[in-house]
């Protein structure tokens, strides 16, 4: 079955994909979208995997562990977006600046 | 100026031939994995039986890797902890929500909070359980409070935070429990398995409910003078 | 055929709108590309056979974290209009002084 391996491909790609996104914004809000495109690729290949026996039922133990990852990277991302209003509240600007003068 | 220029696109170059480097790496490292093996699934299936459920993904979450579920619930309660203790976010405008978003709001709220019901109970032995009807009932919350609607101050003070607690702690609770039973922590068994688990699931699903609610409006809600 | 057809139309969509989503300059179509991504994940958990992820993932990584999102790209806009009126009340204030 390698359609097992597209979808572990695409979830590598999707990994590689946000990590671009994060490296090269600097734009707040789009470094957590890209750090959520990043978690999505790398639950996408757990699960992936999990589907990997085709006469075997799939694993529950990964669909398990990515239900708690989802809920973990919701939580962080509320957390993740409420400093980053405040950052924007103490320095006006909507990126880290790159010495702690300005 | 230009030289500046110049400097980025080779630096950007630079990246994305790192990136494909990884990737290919990544992808070299997936596909080099082999499928066969046998992983968890067979050994999940033959202690089904003694996990109280009949649905192997909410015995994993709730049974076998207890400690996962424990700790997530702790994620969630310091995330709010950290959101609260940041605070001050200024409240949404307090525009008219209008009459599509108010009518469609009182008609969806009782409905997601039906599903929200069958999923947790449906979760013992079909796909769903307590985090997909917390999370069900955490957007009937976040539906309510775009259509106006605001916590009672009576309410906000000590029985919000025992409702934000209640989930990891009668998660903690029921483990301990056990461990004065005789059980080790975390370990349920056969006979009151099913039924702790769902009294657990229960309490865990408002408790994620009303925390993803609460992460969604920023910032403690006032306590009135009279709580 | 037909599952490798629909299994590559919805990879393609996938990665096309991560792409858009991360790349798109405005920023309320990307968080709204961001959104769509997570409902199309939740059919690629289906088609994986975990139901029970496809579940959470549309309530919360479609539902919940889409709304995080408009929320905190509202809150943000206001915060810069309000700064904006800020200097620039300051910097009448320099010129009278």
């Known amino acids: 079955m390698s359609g097992v391996f597209l979808y572990a ?26 750090i959520n495109v990043m978690g999505t690729g790398v639950f996408l290949v757990l699960v992936a995997l999990a589907a990997g026996n085709p ?30 209003l405040k950052v924007s509240v103490a320095t006006g600007k909507n990126h880290l600046s790159d010495s702690t003068r300005d | ?76 309660l310091v995330a709010l902890l950290g959101v609260w203790s940041l605070g001050g976010m200024p409240d949404y405008d307090e525009s008219s929500p209008g009459p599509v978003l108010d009518i469609l709001s009182r008609l969806l709220i009782p409905m997601l909070m039906l599903v929200a019901g069958y999923l947790l109970w449906v979760g013992a032995h079909a796909p769903g359980g307590a985090f997909q009807a917390g999370s069900v009932l955490g957007a009937a919350g976040v539906l309510m409070m775009l259509a106006g ?31 004065l039973i005789g059980n080790g922590f975390l370990e349920f068994s056969p006979p009151m398995a099913g039924e702790l688990i769902l009294l657990i699931e229960a309490v865990a699903t408002m408790s994620i409910g009303a925390t993803l609610a609460a992460l969604f409006l920023g910032s403690r809600p006032a306590v009135g003078p009279d709580k | 055929m037909l599952h490798w057809a ?5 990879g ?49 990584g479609a539902g919940l974290t889409g709304a995080l999102l408009l929320a905190a790209l509202a809150r943000l806009e206001s915060i810069g209009e309000a700064g904006r009126q800020k200097g620039s009340i300051g910097e009448t204030g320099a010129h009278d002084r």
Not at chain 2, 22 to 43: K, N, T
């Open chain 3, 6 to 10: 629909f299994d590559s139309l919805l």
């Open chain 2, 149 to 179: 609607w605001r916590l009672d101050s009576r309410f906000a003070g000590l029985l919000l935070r025992v409702v934000m607690v209640s989930g990891l702690g009668v998660f903690v609770m029921v483990s301990t429990a056990m461990l």
């Open chain 2, 1 to 76: 100026m230009t030289d500046n220029r110049k400097t980025g696109k080779a630096l950007r170059l630079l990246l994305v031939s790192l990136l494909c480097a990884i990737a290919a790496w990544l992808g070299y490292a997936v596909l080099g994995l082999s499928l066969s093996h046998v992983g968890l699934g067979q050994l999940v299936g033959a202690n089904l039986e003694a996990s109280g459920v009949s649905h192997p993904v909410t015995a994993v979450l709730l049974n076998f890797r207890g400690y996962d579920t424990l700790l997530e619930m702790g994620v969630l």
């Open chain 1, 9 to 34: 491909l695409l979830g590598v790609g999707l990994f590689v994909l946000g990590l671009y996104a994060l490296i090269i914004h600097a734009h707040l809000l789009r470094k957590i979208l890209a």
């Open chain 1, 55 to 84: 006469d075997a039922p799939p694993d529950p133990v990964p669909h398990a562990m990515v239900i708690t990852g989802i809920v973990v990277a919701v939580s962080a991302t509320a957390l993740a977006l409420i400093l980053m």
């Open chain 3, 12 to 60: 393609l969509s996938l990665l096309w709108l991560a792409w858009r989503a991360l790349t798109s300059p405005d920023l309320f179509k990307a968080i709204v590309l961001f959104i769509s991504f997570g409902l199309l994940m939740s059919l690629a958990w289906v088609r994986l056979g975990a139901p029970d992820v496809a579940l959470a993932e549309a309530a919360i």
